[in-house]
């Protein structure tokens, strides 16, 4: 097959892009290097577009241009820190952005549509059982309603556009191939505990009396790798069945909790430092929990994650 990776020179697309040329497809990337792992803009392997999928012509000039398969819509602004503010660049980039896609995929004549949405969807919850696909969202900020935003766009153009999309919403993605795969910048719990590690800082935990088995957040951490063969299978899934115009929404996470003490804890045994910390305010809005039920990942897909926490955090450390 022939796939278009938007995001493709990003941290997940990166490794997406990689896997999808060893396994014998072709791929093309769209991406404007805003936040791209690395300045390389050639490569023998495969075409790289820089372009903005703002910029509807030149989206729909390369996808017309490319005659690609399928679309994996990875392209998107991430950073939740900067989205508890107006957000605008959220909306433009994960809506906006995702309704040109979508009108490219029209076009085109293309068949599938893959999307990276978030677990940021669901917002803040009551701790409980795991959350499931099926499960009321009431996301809190600009980057969680972006792209609550953009599934909906992307549930009702199926109908009319007669394409299939699989949706998935991504839980905490940690770990790496390889050192020139890594993501530095990162604000989730594992680079920054890795930055702080390297500079001799102490890490701040956010909450440590909560209802929780050690009063910390729980999250769920997902190996990218995992993600990768999460996307290949549903690529081979929406092929396999060709169910018309249909659209899914599927969880991606190991369906297993992890608390921030544990996760340092996990990151003491793979750097072999002790790592200091300082017990801080619980942030507003953070859920206490965010946990997938991977059953349906499961059910539909026959996906289970192959990566576990140490595992995940001992692949963050070595390729720093
Ligand atoms: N990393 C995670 O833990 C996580 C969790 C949930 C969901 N996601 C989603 O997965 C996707 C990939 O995430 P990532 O961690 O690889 O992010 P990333 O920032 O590393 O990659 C995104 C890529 O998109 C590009 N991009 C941004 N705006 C663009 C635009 N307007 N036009 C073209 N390219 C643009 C950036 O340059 C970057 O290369 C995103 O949609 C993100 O929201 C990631």
């Not at 390889?178 to 800082?201: C, D, F, V, W, Y």
Request: with cysteine; charged share 20%.
């Amino acid at each position: 097959m022939k796939v278009l990776v938007t995001g493709g020179a990003g941290y997940i697309g990166s490794h997406l892009v990689q896997e999808m040329l060893a396994i014998g497809n072709e791929v093309v990337v769209v991406d404007d290097f805003s936040n791209a792992l690395s300045t390389t803009r050639n490569s023998p392997h495969y075409a790289i577009y820089e372009t903005n999928i703002l910029d509807l012509d030149a989206l729909v000039s390369v996808v017309k241009r490319e005659n690609v398969d399928a679309i994996f819509h990875l392209a998107a602004k991430k950073m939740v820190n900067n989205s508890l503010g107006d957000g605008i660049e959220f909306f433009e980039t994960n809506l906006e952005g995702t309704k040109n896609v979508i009108q490219a995929v029209k076009e085109a004549g293309i068949g599938y549509l893959i999307f990276s949405s978030t677990a940021a969807v669901y917002g803040p919850n009551p701790i409980g059982p795991n959350f499931r696909e099926s499960d009321p969202i009431s996301p809190v900020n600009s980057y969680g309603e972006s792209k609550a935003m953009a599934e909906e766009v992307i549930l009702k153009s199926v109908m009319d556009l007669g394409f299939n999309a699989l949706i998935f919403r991504f839980f905490n993605v940690a770990g790496a191939k390889s050192p020139s795969l890594m993501e530095h910048k990162a604000q989730n719990l594992i680079p920054t505990l890795i930055r702080n590690i390297k500079k001799g800082e102490v890490t701040e935990v956010f909450g440590t009396n909560l209802p929780t088995r050690d009063g910390s957040c729980i999250r769920d951490y997902i190996h990218v790798l995992d993600i990768v063969r999460a996307h290949i299978l549903a690529l081979d899934f929406l092929d396999r069945t060709k169910s018309p115009d249909a659209s899914i929404i599927v969880n991606l996470g190991s369906g297993t909790g992890s608390t921030v003490f544990e996760v340092i804890k996990a990151m003491e045994i793979a750097s072999g430092e002790k790592i200091p910390f300082r017990a801080a305010a619980a942030r507003n809005f953070d859920p206490i929990a965010s946990v997938a039920s991977g059953e349906l990942a499961r059910m539909l897909l026959n996906f289970r994650p192959e990566y576990l926490l140490q595992e995940i955090v001992n692949s963050a450390w070595r390729n720093w």
